[in-house]
């Protein structure tokens, strides 16, 4: 029997190779037609009002918190409140500004509490961190209204929330209804390879403020004011000639990847309709199972479903390994961030992030199963907790 593993990316191979195939005719693979392509059919989909395509949602986070330091002239040391529960690349970005990431506490969702975030704020803080884990909102509407409140800046680590829709779930084109990222000050999604829009790596940023979409521009492309795709199109003799405003990075994306992402957002929302009737399946196959805690979406939204997660008891890690013995392969997503040496100064502050991470399993999801799968890994995860 076919073991069954967490991730498997589903790609469009024929059209994709289509979309590749006119970069390589035109004779250009970098920054340029496609990707500028890209970030046009990725606002138009999402109504989100810029979108700046990069290498990888690592580097748009470093980017975000750059760009918000940059404009509200934030001190080192200052203050941003994160979650202990995602992958450290959130994390690391925050330092990599000599800014503070101050950890708070998560809810039911496994998402920030609002309430935790606001017993964190101190004079010093600037800005929240909100990471969408698998997809889900959780109290989003909450957290963005302390943010308000308090003047703090908010940023959506949006990695998993390809197609997650916010308002009436019913229909993700009412205008009604809206994407992620719509009211944050910026947000960030990936197209790794495994995520819901897979690449090989890449992902968007999407600012709120025009002004800051055109300067991220030039923060990834070395601080230079002018692309060599811009200039290409130029008129005139001096096409070479530009200026280098400031010190810049090499991050913005390439057209053979923006290729894989036009394709795949054309089925971003039917594939993503199908992860939420796995996850449907897995919820009935999984009710009477005892010992499993689900982990619930947010009422009223329309998730991605980038992962389904359940919460069994302390020995995880041998129910995980039991698992692995009937051939099927779950992951965790993720481990407190607290207990890696860099971030052990705020170990258990968070106790319910520490609780969710020794008990978190992420059972497979992807679009290559159906019905069946689903069964076998709900029946692997019921032998397994048996012992």
């Known amino acids: 029997m076919e073991p069954v593993a967490l991730f498997v990316p589903t790609f469009r191979i024929d059209e994709a190779l289509a979309e590749i195939r006119e970069c390589l005719e035109k004779g250009w693979t970098g920054l340029g037609f496609k990707t500028v392509e890209f970030e046009r059919a990725w606002t138009d989909h999402t109504r989100l009002p810029h979108a700046h395509f990069l290498s990888s949602a690592s580097a748009g986070l470093h980017l975000a918190f750059r760009l918000l330091k940059e404009a509200d002239g934030w001190a080192v040391g200052d203050e941003v409140i ?146 060599t795709y811009t200039r290409t199109l130029s008129a005139g003799t001096y096409k070479w000639l530009y200026d280098v405003e400031h010190v810049g990075f090499k991050y913005h994306g390439n057209s053979i990847m923006a290729a894989l992402g036009l394709v795949g957002l054309r089925y971003m929302e039917e594939d993503n309709a199908w992860r939420r009737q796995l996850a449907a399946w897995y919820e009935e196959e999984l009710a009477d199972i005892p010992g499993v805690e689900r982990v619930p979406m947010a009422p009223g939204c329309t998730p991605s479903r980038h992962l389904y997660q359940v919460l069994v008891g302390d020995d995880r890690d041998e129910v995980m390994a039991r698992m692995n013995a009937l051939g099927v392969y779950p992951g965790v997503h993720y481990r407190d961030n607290t207990l890696y040496r860099m971030y052990a100064h705020a170990e258990g502050t968070c106790p319910r992030a520490r609780r969710a991470s020794e008990r978190l399993v992420s059972l497979p999801l992807h679009l290559r199963l159906g019905r069946p799968e689903v069964a076998r890994v709900a029946a692997a995860l019921r032998r397994a907790l048996r012992g």
């Open 82 to 227: 994160t979650t202990p529960l995602t992958f450290v690349s959130t994390n690391h970005a925050i330092l990599y500004e000599d800014l503070q990431p101050v950890f708070a506490d998560v809810d039911e969702t496994l998402c920030l509490d609002p309430a935790s975030v606001e017993a964190r704020i101190t004079p010093r803080t600037r800005a929240v961190c909100f990471v969408g884990l698998g997809g889900n909102p959780g109290r989003w509407d909450a957290v963005r209204e302390v943010c308000r409140r308090r003047g703090l800046r908010l940023v959506l680590d949006a990695a998993h929330m390809a197609g997650t829709w916010l308002g009436d779930p019913g229909n993700p084109g009412d205008p009604g209804n809206h994407h992620a990222g719509s009211d944050a000050d910026v947000a960030v999604f990936s197209f790794q390879a495994v995520k819901n829009l897979p690449t090989a790596d890449s992902g968007m940023i999407c600012f709120a403020d025009a002004g800051l979409d055109a300067e991220v521009r030039k923060w990834s492309w070395m601080g230079i004011n002018k692309d």
